[in-house]
C-alpha cells in the first residue's frame, strides 16, 4: 500500500483506522446509500472508490476487476484487503491523489468526501483522474442531517447544503446529470446503540465546529444521562429511536 497522506490528517486517519474492526456492525447507513448510489451509475474500469472503508460497497463491483480503493486510514485499507484482496489499495487523501491524470473511467465516493476540509479540491482531484466522458459518482452527507441530536442540543457537525456541494464542481469542467437530496432514517433499539453508530464507523473522530450562538447539554453524570435518555425517547416510532441523515446524490461527468 502506498502512503500518501499529508501529516495534518494522520491523527484523525489513525482515529477512523480503530473503527475499522467494528465498522461493518455498522454500517446500515453506507450499505442503503451504496445500493441507491450504484442504481444510478453506468461504471466502467479502472474504477476508483474514494474513501473505501473497509469495502462496504464491493458487493456492487461483482462485474468490475480493475479497481482502486483510496483511503485515509491504514486500518480500514487492512480490513478490505482480508476480503477484497484482489483490489489495488492506497492510503491517501481524496485532496491529494497519487494518481496520473486521466487514468481512471470511473469515481464513486460512497458516504466519505464530507469529511474533506475542501470539498471543491478533493472535486477538482476528482476532475484530474477522470478520463474525458468519465463519470463521477458520490453520495455525501448533507445539511440538516442528524437533527435529532441537534434538538437534544448535542454537538453535530456542520454539512454542506445540496446547494454548497453542487458549487463545488465548476461548470466548465463538468455536466452534472443529476443530483438529488434524499432523507435517510435509520432506527435503533436504544440511544446508546444509536450514539454507537456513529462512533462506530469513525464519524465521531472528525473535528465539531459548533455554532456559536448554539447552546449545547453538558453532562455531569448520571441523572443528566438519564435525563438526556428520557428526552430521545419522545423521538421513538414504533421501528426504534430515530436518526436521519439527509444525503445528496451526485451523479457527473467530467467534460474537460
Same mark, same amino acid.
Given at each position: 500500500m502506498k502512503t500518501a497522506v499529508n501529516q495534518l490528517n494522520i491523527d484523525v486517519a489513525n482515529r477512523f483506522s480503530a473503527a475499522a474492526s467494528s465498522y461493518h456492525s455498522h454500517d446500515i447507513l453506507q450499505r442503503i $446509500? $451504496?445500493?441507491?448510489?450504484? +442504481? =444510478?451509475?453506468?461504471?466502467?474500469?479502472?474504477?476508483?472508490?474514494? /474513501? #473505501? *472503508?473497509? /469495502?462496504t460497497s464491493f458487493t456492487c463491483f461483482n462485474h468490475i476487476d480493475d479497481v482502486i480503493c483510496v483511503d485515509i486510514a491504514q486500518g480500514m485499507l487492512r480490513s478490505l484487503k482480508k476480503d477484497f484482496p484482489a483490489y489495488k489499495a492506497l492510503c491517501a487523501d481524496a485532496q491529494n491523489l497519487p494518481l496520473l491524470d486521466a487514468s481512471i473511467a470511473t469515481v464513486y465516493?460512497?458516504?466519505?468526501?464530507?469529511? #474533506?476540509?475542501? =470539498? +471543491?479540491l478533493a472535486v477538482t482531484e476528482a476532475n484530474r483522474v477522470l478520463?474525458? *466522458?468519465g463519470e463521477f459518482n458520490a453520495s455525501i452527507v448533507a445539511e440538516n442531517s442528524l437533527y435529532q441530536l441537534s434538538d437534544l442540543r448535542l454537538n453535530v457537525n456542520r454539512f454542506k447544503s445540496e446547494a454548497e456541494i453542487l458549487n463545488c464542481?465548476?461548470?466548465?469542467?463538468?455536466?452534472? %446529470?443529476?443530483? %438529488?437530496?434524499? $432523507?435517510?432514517?435509520?432506527?435503533?433499539?436504544?440511544?446508546?446503540?444509536?450514539?454507537?453508530s456513529?462512533? /462506530?464507523? *469513525? $464519524?465521531?473522530?472528525? %473535528?465539531?465546529?459548533?455554532? =456559536?450562538n448554539q447552546r449545547h447539554v453538558t453532562l455531569r453524570g448520571r441523572g443528566d444521562w438519564q435525563k438526556l435518555l428520557n428526552k430521545a425517547e419522545l423521538s421513538r416510532a414504533p421501528e426504534g429511536l430515530p436518526l436521519t441523515y439527509n444525503i445528496s446524490f451526485i451523479k457527473a461527468r467530467k467534460t474537460r
Open positions: $446509500a $451504496a445500493k441507491h448510489l450504484f +442504481e =444510478l451509475m453506468r461504471p466502467t474500469q479502472p474504477l476508483l472508490d474514494l /474513501g #473505501c *472503508g473497509p /469495502g465516493s460512497n458516504v466519505a468526501l464530507q469529511w #474533506c476540509k475542501n =470539498l +471543491e478520463q474525458i *466522458g464542481f465548476n461548470q466548465d469542467d463538468w455536466q452534472i %446529470e443529476q443530483i %438529488e437530496t434524499r $432523507a435517510i432514517t435509520v432506527y435503533f433499539d436504544d440511544f446508546k446503540s444509536l450514539l454507537q456513529i462512533k /462506530g464507523v *469513525g $464519524a465521531s473522530t472528525v %473535528e465539531v465546529k459548533s455554532q =456559536l
